[in-house]
């Protein structure tokens, strides 16, 4: 059987995707093979030029070499851009761990065919640590790295590959970087603010049922144009700007930028907030009355609605919880989340119908050696803190050393300093490929497939008063279809209804935890108890269905307890260890891990009804509809 024939059964029985593409190719006379001194190696013809991909004299050596720079026991997963003719994995699977991942990327797939040709490489698929995508798409890098984000990894790209095609090298690598960094930053973030949204929206229950739903002004305003200026380090610079079109577009400004736009004489029409934390509430303290409607999520911190003078109108929520609520007091709108407020306030802009939508201060940079515009609250409170041990500049420096460096192409050329998670907001504006949507930031992070346009260049039509008087009818109309007395007293029948089916649930979840803590015990025995494992699963099957009949409580109770779904479903290992259990014990655990976050979540929960009906029943609403106690 010739290497060829060899190889392609094992690919296929390993890898089929990647077979198939190798079985489809053809020869376009980009890869030719040529023998080096001790071993076959490809060269790549492309843009009038030839790369050898591996060393011609002694590819095993120069793939010793490489391997020998990476301290592989520091790392579990390996994701690897450029296959070659995979001397270079080879030697990397010799030193990985056993329980190790090696994802290789590879563009080419008559690069892959003339190595299955060129060389035995049928151990090499036959390792179930190895892993092969041939014109990787993002969607077939995000399957293989699921629920991968937890590992210790490492980014590598054979040399050679580079060589013959570096944009494709660094854009997979681009990729999984981004994936497993969302991934990281889904789970840190849902451990941190998961019971704080629950909190939140308990608290701000009245609010909700009181306030005008932001889409009473969806699609309001079409053919109308829409700045969103957000805050970063260039927004200052786009002042002038904004205060030009201040009454020939609408202005719409997220939380941190709101202060400094006052400041400045520019009194946004809408201002949009969506954090749960206390900080961004302070971005309104000595806030004046004014005619801008807040637009806030009903997760924001409850001092919001305190501190901010003007009107307010609510959003929906993405979090199941609230379906319950809204079927109550009506659809508050709904509006996309991408990590940044400044993505909130896009997608509003949006959802009013408004067109062309300009953003400004969207820096994703650290413009200047900044992370925010000089003058917003955050830039303040820098100087606030500021002390002989902990200055401005100090505090500025770390901003910028907290996550590695990523330098990018800049929008007034050259490249400027990012970081990862700034890269996620750049994707996700990126990703909506939008052609209403105008960069007219000052200076930062150049979007691509984005219209870049200086503002300079733009002068909007007059618009008059015309966009002021939409907004004040629109609200007046919000206002009176509230029927805001009967609302809560419903809110109030279904929190008491809700109460009752937790204290019936409760205890059926902690016999399920005794019950997983029993089956843990059996998993790790020898000889295992048959009988009673059975049993177990039996009355576990019977809590399952128990838990299902509830209906109403299950998204409630799941808001609760997101890190818990989100590293189960992730495949992300419940403690440290995990890895080297059975797979009998693995699922025991993961059992147990599930029940105790159902318990833990159900008693959270009941909690947080028991706070809505005081929130309820001791909260009226002034006449702009902002509560107080």
């Given at each position: 059987?010739?290497?060829?024939?060899?190889?392609?059964?094992?690919?296929?029985?390993?890898?089929?995707?990647a077979a198939d593409a190798v079985s489809a190719?053809?020869?376009?006379?980009?890869?030719?093979?040529?023998?080096?001194?001790?071993?076959?190696?490809?060269?790549?013809?492309?843009?009038?030029?030839?790369?050898?991909?591996?060393?011609?004299?002694?590819?095993?050596?120069?793939?010793?070499?490489?391997?020998?720079?990476?301290?592989?026991?520091?790392?579990?997963?390996?994701?690897?851009?450029?296959?070659?003719?995979?001397?270079?994995?080879?030697?990397?699977?010799?030193?990985?761990?056993?329980?190790?991942?090696?994802?290789?990327?590879?563009?080419?797939?008559?690069?892959?065919?003339?190595?299955?040709?060129?060389?035995?490489?049928?151990?090499?698929?036959?390792?179930?640590?190895?892993?092969?995508?041939?014109?990787?798409?993002?969607?077939?890098?995000?399957?293989?790295?699921?629920?991968?984000?937890?590992?210790?990894?490492?980014?590598?790209?054979?040399?050679?590959?580079?060589?013959?095609?570096?944009?494709?090298?660094?854009?997979?690598?681009?990729?999984?970087?981004?994936?497993?960094?969302?991934?990281?930053?889904?789970?840190?973030?849902?451990?941190?603010?998961?019971?704080?949204?629950?909190?939140?929206?308990?608290?701000?229950?009245?609010?909700?049922?009181?306030?005008?739903?932001?889409?009473?002004?969806?699609?309001?305003?079409?053919?109308?144009?829409a700045i969103v200026a957000s805050a970063g380090p260039s927004l200052s610079r786009s002042i002038?700007?904004?205060?030009?079109?201040?009454?020939?577009?609408?202005?719409?400004?997220?939380?941190?930028?709101?202060?400094?736009?006052?400041?400045?004489?520019?009194?946004?029409?809408?201002?949009?907030?969506?954090?749960?934390?206390?900080?961004?509430?302070?971005?309104?303290?000595?806030?004046?009355?004014?005619?801008?409607?807040?637009?806030?999520?009903?997760?924001?911190?409850?001092?919001?609605?305190?501190?901010?003078?003007?009107?307010?109108?609510?959003?929906?929520?993405?979090?199941?919880?609230?379906?319950?609520?809204?079927?109550?007091?009506?659809?508050?709108?709904?509006?996309?989340?991408?990590?940044?407020?400044?993505?909130?306030?896009?997608?509003?802009?949006?959802?009013?119908?408004?067109?062309?939508?300009?953003?400004?201060?969207?820096?994703?940079?650290?413009?200047?050696?900044?992370?925010?515009?000089?003058?917003?609250?955050?830039?303040?409170?820098?100087?606030?803190?500021?002390?002989?041990?902990?200055?401005?500049?100090?505090?500025?420096?770390?901003?910028?050393?907290?996550?590695?460096?990523?330098?990018?192409?800049?929008?007034?050329?050259?490249?400027?300093?990012?970081?990862?998670?700034?890269?996620?907001?750049?994707?996700?504006?990126?990703?909506?490929?939008?052609?209403?949507?105008?960069?007219?930031?000052?200076?930062?992070?150049?979007?691509?497939?984005?219209?870049?346009?200086?503002?300079?260049?733009?002068?909007?039509?007059?618009?008059?008063?015309?966009?002021?008087?939409?907004?004040?009818?629109?609200?007046?109309?919000?206002?009176?279809?509230?029927?805001?007395?009967?609302?809560?007293?419903?809110?109030?029948?279904?929190?008491?209804?809700?109460?009752?089916?937790?204290?019936?649930?409760?205890?059926?979840?902690?016999?399920?935890?005794?019950?997983?803590?029993?089956?843990?015990?059996?998993?790790?025995?020898?000889?295992?108890?048959?009988?009673?494992?059975?049993?177990?699963?039996?009355?576990?099957?019977?809590?399952?269905?128990?838990?299902?009949?509830?209906?109403?409580?299950?998204?409630?109770?799941?808001?609760?307890?997101?890190?818990?779904?989100?590293?189960?479903?992730?495949?992300?290992?419940?403690?440290?260890?995990?890895?080297?259990?059975?797979?009998?014990?693995?699922?025991?655990?993961?059992?147990?891990?599930?029940?105790?976050?159902?318990?833990?979540?159900?008693?959270?929960?009941?909690?947080?009804?028991?706070?809505?009906?005081?929130?309820?029943?001791?909260?009226?609403?002034?006449?702009?509809?902002?509560?107080?106690?």
């Open positions: 059987m010739s290497f060829f024939d060899n190889n392609m059964a094992a690919l296929s029985k390993a890898h089929p995707a190719c053809t020869d376009d006379g980009t890869v030719a093979v040529v023998q080096g001194k001790n071993g076959p190696i490809p060269e790549v013809t492309a843009a009038g030029r030839t790369v050898a991909l591996h060393s011609r004299f002694d590819p095993e050596k120069e793939a010793t070499r490489f391997a020998g720079e990476i301290d592989a026991g520091s790392f579990d997963l390996f994701v690897v851009a450029g296959f070659g003719f995979a001397y270079h994995i080879e030697e990397l699977l010799k030193r990985a761990g056993r329980d190790a991942m090696v994802l290789v990327m590879e563009k080419s797939p008559l690069m892959v065919r003339r190595a299955l040709e060129s060389r035995d490489l049928s151990s090499l698929f036959g390792d179930p640590r190895f892993h092969l995508i041939i014109g990787p798409r993002e969607e077939d890098i995000a399957t293989l790295l699921q629920g991968k984000s937890t590992r210790r990894t490492t980014f590598l790209t054979h040399r050679g590959s580079h060589q013959a095609d570096p944009a494709f090298c660094a854009n997979v690598v681009r990729i999984a970087k981004s994936y497993l960094s969302t991934k990281e930053v889904n789970i840190a973030t849902l451990a941190k603010f998961e019971k704080v949204w629950s909190i939140n929206i308990a608290r701000n229950i009245g609010a909700v049922a009181d306030l005008p739903a932001a889409r009473r002004f969806y699609g309001a305003f079409k053919g109308y144009p002038g700007f904004i205060k030009k079109h201040a009454e020939r577009a609408l202005i719409i400004a997220v939380d941190t930028s709101y202060g400094l736009l006052r400041r400045h004489g520019i009194e946004p029409q809408f201002c949009v907030t969506v954090d749960p934390q206390a900080i961004n509430a302070r971005y309104f303290e000595g806030d004046i009355p004014g005619r801008t409607v807040l637009v806030a999520d009903p997760s924001s911190h409850p001092s919001v609605f305190r501190l901010f003078r003007g009107r307010t109108t609510m959003t929906g929520t993405a979090f199941p919880m609230m379906k319950w609520v809204e079927e109550i007091c009506g659809e508050r709108g709904e509006i996309a989340h991408g990590g940044s407020v400044s993505t909130n306030a896009y997608d509003f802009a949006k959802r009013l119908g408004a067109s062309p939508v300009i953003v400004t201060g969207q820096d994703l940079a650290f413009t200047g050696g900044y992370a925010h515009a000089r003058g917003s609250y955050l830039d303040e409170l820098v100087h606030l803190r500021s002390s002989r041990f902990s200055t401005p500049e100090m505090f500025n420096r770390f901003q910028l050393t907290a996550l590695p460096p990523i330098f990018v192409r800049g929008i007034r050329g050259g490249t400027v300093h990012t970081n990862q998670k700034m890269m996620i907001f750049l994707k996700w504006f990126e990703d909506r490929k939008d052609p209403d949507m105008v960069n007219a930031t000052f200076d930062g992070a150049f979007m691509k497939g984005v219209r870049q346009v200086g503002q300079d260049e733009m002068l909007l039509s007059v618009t008059g008063d015309g966009l002021r008087g939409l907004i004040d009818g629109l609200w007046e109309e919000g206002l009176r279809g509230r029927d805001r007395r009967n609302i809560r007293a419903m809110l109030q029948e279904k929190c008491f209804e809700m109460r009752a089916d937790l204290g019936g649930l409760i205890p059926v979840l902690k016999r399920a935890v005794a019950l997983s803590e029993d089956l843990m015990e059996q998993a790790a025995s020898q000889p295992r108890d048959g009988a009673k494992i059975s049993y177990i699963i039996k009355k576990l099957d019977e809590a399952d269905r128990a838990i299902h009949a509830r209906t109403g409580l299950k998204d409630m109770i799941g808001l609760a307890i997101q890190r818990v779904i989100h590293t189960i479903t992730e495949g992300h290992e419940t403690e440290e260890g995990e890895e080297v259990l059975s797979e009998d014990a693995r699922v025991a655990r993961r059992s147990l891990y599930l029940y105790r976050g159902l318990l833990e979540g159900a008693e959270f929960s009941a909690r947080v009804l028991w706070k809505m009906i005081g929130v309820l029943q001791n909260t009226a609403a002034d006449e702009s509809g902002n509560d107080y106690v």
